[in-house]
T-cell receptor, first 115, second 115 residues
């Protein structure tokens, strides 16, 4: 079974609009961490935001926020006021206690911001 | 500046050749990882190492080999046994500490093409 599911292969969003990228996960480990990375066309992976399973509040980092719904096992990334430079692949990833600190990755969502 | 350096950026391999991809980090991280990324897909773990002179196979280790003789270096050899090596290869490192809030830092990647 897929541990990380990103159901949107691609999205088009108008510049300055907010966008939500979906991520659902599957784990029986009560202690885990969720990550979002951005991969521009140049290829490098850029860390955006982290949410721990015991964190009481949703994570925020500048224009990025994480809509964490633990009971639903979802960790959607919200980008406010999108910019042309936000066009990239976005990956959701999870780290579990027993994974030797490896990250399990989703298939990604390609986001294109339209001017 | 601290970071991870992968070289070369582009690499061409003839059928039957072994090639080695370089990965060096000066972040003093204990853990290092090699991932393979195929077009439009997420990352798959090839090998990882948590300490010098020790490494473990990931999900797709067949046809690859690694070494970890120094903390800073984690080269990946793509052997002739790897039948479909054309892909984008990413090296990453992270501190090996207890806790989930440990993001991985990535290099710029190496794009390998079989000719």
């Amino acid at each position: 079974a897929q541990k990380i599911t990103q159901t949107q292969p691609g999205m088009f969003v108008q510049e300055k609009e907010a966008v939500t990228l979906d991520c659902t996960y599957d784990t029986s480990d009560p202690s885990y961490g969720l990550f979002w990375y951005k991969q521009p066309s140049s290829g490098e992976m850029i860390f955006l935001i982290y949410q721990g399973s015991y964190d009481q509040q949703n994570a925020t980092e500048g224009r990025y926020s994480l809509n964490f719904q633990k009971a639903r096992k979802s960790a959607n990334l919200v980008i406010s006021a999108s910019q042309l430079g936000d066009s990239a692949m976005y990956f959701c990833a999870m780290r579990e206690t027993d994974s030797n600190y490896q990250l399990i990755w989703g298939a990604g969502t390609k986001l294109i911001i339209k001017p | 500046d601290g970071g991870i350096t992968q070289s070369p950026k582009y690499l061409f391999r003839k059928e039957g050749q072994n090639v080695t991809l370089s990965c060096e980090q000066n972040l003093n991280h204990d853990a290092m990882y090699w991932y393979r990324q195929d077009p439009g897909q997420g990352l798959r773990l090839i090998y990882y190492s948590q300490i010098v002179n020790d490494f473990q196979k990931g999900d797709i280790a067949e046809g690859y080999s690694v070494s970890r003789e120094k903390k800073e270096s984690f080269p990946l050899t793509v052997t002739s046994a790897q039948k479909n090596p054309t892909a984008f290869y990413l090296c990453a490192s992270s501190p090996y500490t207890i806790g989930k809030r440990v993001e991985a830092f990535f290099g710029q990647g190496t794009r390998l093409t079989v000719v």
